[in-house]
Nanobody, 115 residues
């Protein structure tokens, strides 16, 4: 079963950009779905962006036009480019990969946006 680990979080001022990375321990070429979720304190975990095997993407309304999900099969990695950050984007961001029936989560990376 592949494992994933997020990186790239940190503290950023509103209006700034961050790129989150999700490194997989094995090939993600056959992954059915890859996604980024986030969970703010006292909130439920929510889907931010997803990328399915055919290349189509979807985004939460709150991040459309600001965030972009992408993958690099050669590096076994999934990325989330976050631009025009807002204070409400503050959360722990999690990578999720669905591969061969296994639903794998990373430990999360904290993103804090100061206004």
């Amino acid at each position: 079963q592949v494992q994933v680990a997020e990186s790239g979080g940190g503290l950023m001022q509103a209006g700034g950009s961050l790129r989150l990375s999700c490194a997989a321990s094995g090939s993600i070429l056959s992954a059915n779905t890859m996604g980024w979720y986030r969970q703010a304190p006292e909130n439920e975990r929510e889907l931010v962006a997803s990328l399915v095997r055919d290349g189509s993407t979807s985004y939460a309304d709150s991040v459309k036009g600001r965030f972009t999900i992408s993958r690099d099969n050669a590096k076994n990695a999934v990325y989330l480019q976050m631009n025009s950050l807002k204070s409400e984007d503050t959360a722990v961001y999690y990578c999720n990969v669905v591969l061969f029936g296994y639903n794998t989560w990373g430990q999360g990376t904290q993103v804090t946006v100061s206004s």
